[in-house]
């Protein structure tokens, strides 16, 4: 009996060996056994982010979607409260025409010039408006809006000169709202209404004593000498106080005309009534600033004797709203990061 030769074991060991399963894959022996292509690799890459495109792309088309949605709603919307605005003032009847002054008058703001004066114009453009009545609930706001509120009452007053102007005036008429309502013919109140506060304002703060004792140095820098004057943290000087007292005087001064020209002889002026002071109604009355107690349907009753009421004004729509959230009041803004804020008839 012979025995296997060293040849003989070595082929033997490597029969065993193949034999065997291997404990480690081999992604090589698997291409080969699977018959894949060489560069698999690649392919698998390249479907995965055709994939990942794929979603992108479905995903970018859901959001297209969704904005395009959301316009349509908008328009929607806009055509909707054109359309109800139209069907409010289509009454081929006499009636009361009324325009509401409320809350603060600020441009951007419902009681902004804009709004009232294109409602106004609507309101005069109706044949069957017999009044126009301002109904006033604000307690002030921007003398520039005011302003431009007044002299365009006073300018639709001269072209429709059969169409009396009247203000109503409920909780509160003061600063820049009692500005606007001395161009009307007639102002009337409630006898508990709050009316006047015929002056003009601008305020602040300053911290630059704070400052000293915090240690906080403020580097502020500036091209002209005046430039930062309103800054919060920056001393103000005798010279630029008289600059801006001189500005508010002027602004008072030019309150105090309009209100003059406005209530004419009516008005019984005593040293108090241009100090920037609010009364009631009943004492409004008293001192020439209202012409008498009554409310919206008392003068559309008594008055106009037109009972049906229409309101011609603007309101401020979704659309509208959404739309101003992209805009920004630049000089306002400016005014208020230094720390001051815009002269106000409050």
């Known amino acids: 009996m012979t025995s296997p030769t060293d040849d003989d074991k070595r082929t033997d060991i490597h029969a065993d060996a193949s034999a065997q399963p291997s404990p480690i894959p081999s992604l090589a022996g698997a291409a080969t056994e699977t018959g894949s292509a060489p560069g698999w690799e690649r392919a698998v890459l390249e479907k995965l982010a055709l994939g990942s495109l794929a979603e992108q792309r479905i995903a970018r088309r859901w959001r297209n979607g969704i904005r395009l949605a959301w316009l349509a709603f908008a328009i929607v919307l806009v055509v909707i409260g054109w359309e109800r605005n139209a069907s409010d003032t289509n009454l081929n009847t006499p009636h009361?025409?009324?325009?509401?002054?409320?809350?603060?008058?600020?441009?951007?703001?419902?009681?902004?010039?804009?709004?009232?004066?294109?409602?106004?114009?609507?309101?005069?453009?109706?044949?069957n408006a017999k009044a126009i009545v301002l109904l006033i609930n604000s307690p002030g706001g921007s003398p520039v809006q005011a302003g431009m509120i007044y002299d365009e009452i006073r300018r639709l007053r001269s072209l429709h000169k059969d169409t009396p102007v009247y203000a109503v005036v409920e909780?509160?008429?003061?600063?820049?709202?009692?500005?606007?309502?001395?161009?009307?013919?007639?102002?009337?109140?409630?006898?508990?209404?709050?009316?006047?506060?015929?002056?003009?304002?601008?305020?602040?703060?300053?911290?630059?004593?704070?400052?000293?004792?915090?240690?906080?140095?403020?580097?502020?820098?500036?091209?002209?000498?005046?430039?930062?004057?309103?800054?919060?943290?920056?001393?103000?000087?005798?010279?630029?106080?008289?600059?801006?007292?001189?500005?508010?005087n002027q602004i008072h001064q030019q309150f105090i005309a309009a209100v003059k020209t406005g209530r004419g002889a009516r008005l019984k002026e005593t040293p108090e009534t241009f100090s920037g002071l609010f009364w009631t109604g009943q004492q409004a009355v008293e001192m020439g600033l209202a012409d008498q107690l009554g409310s919206l349907d008392y003068v559309a009753r008594e008055v106009v004797k037109a009972e049906d009421i229409i309101d011609y004004t603007r309101k401020d729509n979704v659309a509208e709203r959404l739309a101003k959230r992209f805009g920004a009041a630049f000089g306002e803004g400016a005014v208020k990061a230094m720390g001051g804020k815009l002269p106000a008839l409050q």
Do not use: H, W
Not at 100 to 124: D, K, P
């Open 96 to 127: 009361t025409a009324v325009v509401a002054v409320q809350g603060e008058i600020a441009s951007g703001a419902q009681a902004s010039a804009e709004f009232v004066n294109a409602s106004m114009r609507s309101a005069f453009e109706d044949k």
């Open 171 to 248: 909780e509160s008429c003061a600063s820049a709202a009692y500005y606007i309502a001395s161009a009307a013919d007639k102002i009337f109140v409630d006898k508990a209404s709050i009316v006047g506060s015929i002056g003009v304002l601008m305020d602040g703060f300053g911290f630059t004593g704070l400052m000293d004792k915090l240690g906080v140095e403020r580097r502020l820098l500036t091209a002209g000498e005046n430039k930062g004057f309103l800054d919060p943290f920056s001393p103000q000087t005798d010279k630029q106080r008289g600059y801006a007292q001189e500005m508010l």
